[in-house]
Every structure is written in C-alpha cells, then in structure tokens.
C-alpha cells in the first residue's frame, strides 16, 4: 500500500507527478491508509492498484479523461478505473445507463460485462477523484488527500497536453475540472449516468460521438467504444 518511491507509476506520470509524493499532505494520507490497514479494515481497490488508471493511460497518450468520485466499496468491485468493475461482477446501475447512451449514440452492442480496460488501453483515462475505499463505507476516504492529488493529476494534462476531450459528468465533476482551459481542450458536461439523474440529460447528451467527432477534426483516431465480448 505504499505510496512514496515504492509505487510503480508510468515514467510519464512519474515525471510528472513524482514530486507530489514528498509533499505533506500524501505523507498524511499514506499514514491514513497505513493505519486502517493496521487496524484491520478492508480498502478497495488493493493498495496496487490504486494507480491503475494512470498505468493503463499513459500521459502522452491521453485522449479523453472520465472523471469519477470514489471507488466502488463492494466486494470485488473495484480495480482502479473509474466507473469499471472486474470481470465477472454485475455491470453496475450507471455504467448500465453509459451502455445505454453509447447504444444509442452509436449503435453498438450493450456489453454484458463492467470491465472497461480496452477503454483505458486506447487513450481514456478513468479518472476518480478518491482512489481508495473502505470496504461497505461509501465516501470513507474524502478528505484524506487523495482530491489534491488528482486535481494536481488534471492540471498536468490541462498544461502539458492540448486538445484531450474532458467529460465532465455531474456537478462534482464539473467543479473538479472548472480549471480546465476550453480553448486547449474539449469540455463536455451533461449530468450524472446514475440512475438519480440520467433522465435529466444525460440520456442524449451525444458526448461519445462529439468525443471522437473532435478527436478525429484533430487528425487523430477516435475511440472504439465497443468492448470485448470477453474482458
């Protein structure tokens, strides 16, 4: 569960981030997680793949970022990417209402899986913005540091990269990405996918097709959001 020097990050990521491993408030939040750990509670995901979504997306290879909140906290859920679940586990309610917009949007097959590597591994960064979870606890590690961490995480492809297609879903998520600079970047907002408040737009909001309509008015390739049959 290590944080510091221990962590394996992307070199990409490392370089970019690296510093903010010596700052105090990641020394406060990895005692946190060293004293749960110690006090026998369970954090999901395992401490290994709490940068997940940074291994699987490199940052010169960031295309799209989907920003998220926590981690899923029920067993065997979640595994470092935003809004993706292992295989095997119940596809849950809101990426259940994502399947339904890219449906939709783009006519494509509703997957009968949650695991949304092949997503990660063509460029979209499945960004949450707590990387841990108690087991159960819902929301048990905000505040701890980790939402420093990952606005630092934004700034740096908001600096250092240029037109990478932010979808900002849900006013949490539209607060977190406020810093980003439309003029470099495409900024989608529409509301959450749970199913509390997809009706109010997100059901229709095309941003899968604007996503990969901007991306390809660039010269680059858009993203294949179909998924493997079988993760």
């Given at each position: 569960m290590a944080l510091a020097r221990s962590v394996q990050l992307e070199p990409g990521w490392l370089q970019a981030l690296g510093d903010q491993f010596e700052q105090p408030y990641m020394q406060e939040l990895r005692a946190f997680l060293l004293a749960q750990k110690r006090a026998g509670k369970r954090i999901f995901p395992p401490g290994e793949e709490f940068f997940n979504a940074f291994n699987h997306t490199p940052l010169e290879r960031v295309k799209v970022v989907i920003l998220g909140q926590d981690p899923y906290h029920g067993e065997g859920q979640a595994h470092g990417l935003c809004f993706s679940v292992r295989p095997g586990v119940a596809v849950p309610p809101s990426l259940q209402n994502i399947y339904r917009e890219i449906h939709d949007e783009l006519g494509l097959p509703v997957p009968r899986h949650g695991h949304l590597t092949a997503w990660a591994d063509q460029g979209v960064l499945l960004l949450n913005s707590v990387l841990s979870v108690e087991c159960a606890q819902a929301a048990s590690h905000r505040g701890k540091g980790w939402e420093r961490f990952t606005d630092q995480v934004i700034q740096v492809i908001n600096e250092r990269r240029e037109g990478v297609v932010f979808m900002l879903w849900g006013s949490y998520a539209q607060r977190k990405g406020a810093i980003i600079d439309a003029?470099?970047?495409?900024?989608?907002?529409?509301?959450?996918p749970s199913p509390l408040s997809a009706h109010r737009g997100f059901f229709g909001c095309g941003h899968f097709k604007a996503a990969n309509d901007y991306l390809r008015s660039?010269?680059?390739?858009?993203?294949?959001w179909r998924l493997p049959d079988t993760p």
């Open positions: 003029r470099r970047h495409c900024v989608l907002k529409a509301p959450h660039r010269g680059e390739e858009g993203i294949d």
